[in-house]
Nanobody
Framework: QVQLVESGGGLEQAGGSLRLSCAASGRTFTVYGMGWFRQAPGKEREPVATISRSGITDYADSVKGRFAISRDNAKNTLYLQMSSLKPEDTAVYYC?????????????????WGQGTQVTVSS
């Protein structure tokens, strides 16, 4: 089992920046791809970004050029640097880990999920 704990969320003004972290513990050597997802009130969970163990990345169109995903395998930590924030980025952000897939924006391939961290962007 792998446990994931997100941190770094909060309230930020539009145009500002936030950095989310996700600390993994447990059987971290079994983790391949990792990803960030988000869920706004009344909406379905949607993908944000994904990264492989070797650093290959992919992003949802809505965040390309504004968000950057990275991971430190030695520290078992996943990051999401968010810049040029918009009110529509307001959501609970979740990190996820896959034991089978290198990287994917599909939530179905992920096996472990964190509890989420709230990001609120004011206009």
């Amino acid at each position: 089992q792998v446990q994931l704990v997100e941190s770094g969320g909060g309230l930020e003004q539009a145009g500002g920046s936030l950095r989310l972290s996700c600390a993994a513990s447990g059987r971290t050597f079994t983790v391949y791809g990792m990803g960030w997802f988000r869920q706004a009130p009344g909406k379905e969970r949607e993908p944000v970004a994904t990264i492989s163990r070797s650093g290959i990345t992919d992003y949802a169109d809505s965040v390309k050029g504004r968000f950057a995903i990275s991971r430190d395998n030695a520290k078992n930590t996943l990051y999401l640097q968010m810049s040029s924030l918009k009110p529509e980025d307001t959501a609970v952000y979740y990190c996820a880990a896959s034991f089978t897939t290198g990287f994917s924006l599909s939530p179905s391939v992920y096996d472990s999920w964190g509890q989420g961290t709230q990001v609120t962007v004011s206009s």
